[in-house]
DNA sequence: GCAAAATGTCAAG
DNA sequence: TTGACCTTTTGCA
């Protein structure tokens, strides 16, 4: 479930979890054993997410490392307790605290960073509206002035960082913004709304762990007596009534991803 | 038992 | 624009 909150999240937990302590990191399945190795045994220091990248502070005596972790698809970190037991799957990263430990798997990075390595990834990242120096302006000036469709804009980590397929979505639907207007089409005022709301729908996401955007009001219809809530407008509901205003969600694809919108809604 | 899909990114053409 | 890649889970035979 990878969309920024996510990654938010872990750094907040890894911080708590292992924070000034001694770890002993390891790679079970080989592929990131030279950087287990070099930092095996150190104080995990800090852990800082920026959009949906994570960033690992590890120390001993005067050396540090860094390291840089991005779960792509369908990375993923669990817990165990200490002691863990054999690795089950392909485990790419094992970081044993006191406690509690935690396996790696599946992510599209995990290797060590130079500060540079972490200054260049900043710098081709746009604001993160989980980051308290989030700049809305910086956002703002990237999307005003391109013609590409909003919908593919939000999806761009330059134009804004740590949205994915779902907020991305459910954003635009909450904004009734049709997700193909071009961002010179939308003005100043409807992208400071959207910000802020994308700020408090992912500070949610980072508490609860997962996304959660229909408002108690929207919480009827059809769905209402699932088990669970309705946490989602449009995302993956094809051909589902809206919970607005009963029209099909609608699917295309844009970039090379899935995209849902409410015809009806958003125009 | 196997194919397909998934909240992502990058490089090749 | 397309394909490759990382891994697990789900759905269909």
Not at 10 to 30: C, D, E, N, T, Y
């Amino acid at each position: 479930m990878p969309e920024g909150h996510t990654l938010h999240r872990i750094a907040r937990r890894q911080q708590k979890l292992f924070g000034g302590q001694r770890v002993a990191v390891s790679s079970p399945q080989g592929r990131f054993a030279e950087g287990a190795a070099l930092v095996d045994g150190w104080e995990f220091h800090r852990a800082q997410a920026w959009g949906k990248h994570l960033i690992q502070g590890y120390r001993d005596g005067r050396r540090s490392q860094l390291v840089h972790v991005h779960l792509g698809l369908y990375g993923s970190f669990t817990e165990l307790p200490v002691p863990m037991g054999e690795p089950v799957g392909q485990v790419r990263m094992r970081i044993e605290g006191a406690e509690v430990g935690t396996d790696l798997r599946g992510p599209t990075a995990c290797e060590l960073y130079t500060p540079a390595d972490l200054d260049d990834l900043v710098a081709r990242l746009g604001p993160d509206p989980l980051r308290r120096d989030g700049d809305p302006e910086r956002m703002w000036r990237a999307i005003h002035r391109s013609r590409r469709p909003i919908a593919a804009l939000l999806m761009d980590q330059k134009v804004i960082a740590g949205v994915g397929n779902v907020y991305r979505a459910e954003v635009l639907f909450r904004a009734r913004l049709d997700p193909q207007r071009p961002g010179t089409a939308i003005d100043h005022e409807t992208l400071t709304a959207l910000w802020a709301d994308l700020v408090s729908l992912m500070r949610i996401g980072v508490r609860r762990g997962r996304i959660h955007v229909v408002a108690p009001e929207d919480d009827h219809g059809p769905g209402s007596y699932a088990p669970d809530r309705p946490r989602t407008y449009v995302y993956r509901r094809t051909g589902e009534p809206c919970r607005i205003c009963g029209t099909p969600i609608a699917q295309t694809e844009l970039e090379g991803r899935n995209l849902y919108w409410c015809p009806s809604c958003q125009q």
